[in-house]
């Protein structure tokens, strides 16, 4: 006879019977100060790391500094952190919107072109840099307020809740820059 474990579910937590915790959903929810302040950070970080013009350090360390404020709005929502999970779900999301975030991993190419090509990049990349990590900022941050945690993750909603986050990017980023509105009363707005 197989001996399944049962699943348990409670407010907080779902373990199997041998207690093996599955995942820890979030207890409250996040203060908006400190989430605002963690993806303002990271939208920061990544237009510094979008001037540098070389391809691949461009990319990897942009995808780091994603990397890193998921990892930090994980923790803030009181849920483990999966870096497999948070790089597949951000290559996913990232890959396949290609009609709206081709910006970033093209912006570099531009840097190639004679004459033009460096101080288009030199314009543009920092400002697509920025504008995707402010949609994967708060495409993780209500993620994780409704779904939990790094089960069962459904990329089609994530695609397009990244979507709508990247269309009001533009003018958070705007704002952010002048002084005005914080990232997450413009995600609100």
Known sequence: MKNKAENVVTEDVVATKDAHVIETKAKTPANKADVDKIIRKSVYASMGLGI???????????TGNNLLMVKKLAALHN???KEETAKSIIASVLGTGAGTVTGPMVAP???GIPIIGLPLFIAAGPALNGMTTY???HMFVNYFEQEGGFVHVNTEALKASFKGFYSKSREALGDLIKGGKKPAEAAEA
């Open 109 to 111: 190419l531009a840097a």
């Open 52 to 62: 540098v013009p070389f391809r691949l350090f461009n990319l990897a360390s942009v």
């Open 79 to 81: 849920i483990p952190f």
């Open 135 to 137: 949609a994967l900022g």
